[in-house]
């Protein structure tokens, strides 16, 4: 079970370096000449459109300067990530699935903003002014989501203990 993290990360950053490969491709108006690029239809809703982001979420901290903040800021994440892993601070599998994702879209991020000094997005939604995201966004998004989950029902689970600390008879008399 404790080497599953592994094997989701990976996976993960493969499909979104990969992704990150083919789109530019895909959108290339003339593979002779530089590369022009333009938005086409992917899903019902859903545009290919190449961006490259410079900032992190939402273009936040846009510009050159910001760039190895963010670099360090996504390599303190992940080290810290693999060590809360390997030190099983995390007790559960749902919680190792979930924030093994968040590794893997956190790297596939640092891979871009450390080698290219800007992070590909291309995903666009058509029917919402909504900001332009990648692969490694939708895996730290879902998984963030699925291990602050996680952690909810951690708490949930150590309440009655606490509170068979306090009273440990039962009895409910606090003195």
């Known amino acids: 079970m404790r080497k599953l993290w592994l094997l989701l990360a ?7 370096q990969w992704v990150k490969w083919w789109v530019p491709k895909v959108l290339a108006h003339d593979s002779l000449s530089s590369v022009i690029m333009r938005s086409k239809s992917f899903l019902p809703g859903v545009n290919l459109t190449y961006t490259e982001n410079t900032g992190a979420a939402f273009s936040m901290l846009d510009g050159g300067a910001a760039r190895w903040f963010l670099v360090a800021v996504s390599t303190l994440a992940v080290v810290f990530i693999i060590l809360a892993v390997c030190k ?7 919680g190792i699935i979930s924030i093994a994702c968040v590794l893997g879209g956190a790297a596939g991020n640092l891979i871009d903003r450390a080698a290219r000094g800007y992070v590909i997005d ?3 939604f058509s029917f919402v002014n909504f900001a332009i995201f990648n692969v490694a966004d939708v895996f730290i998004t879902v998984g963030g989501a699925c291990f602050c989950l996680h952690l909810i029902l951690e708490m949930r689970k150590k309440e009655p203990d606490a509170a ?11 003195d």
Do not use: A, N
């Open 122 to 124: 291309m995903f666009e």
């Open 10 to 16: 990976v996976p993960i950053i493969v499909l979104d």
């Open 164 to 174: 068979l600390e306090k009273d440990p008879g039962g009895t409910g008399d606090e």
């Open 88 to 94: 099983r601070w995390i007790p559960s599998l749902f």
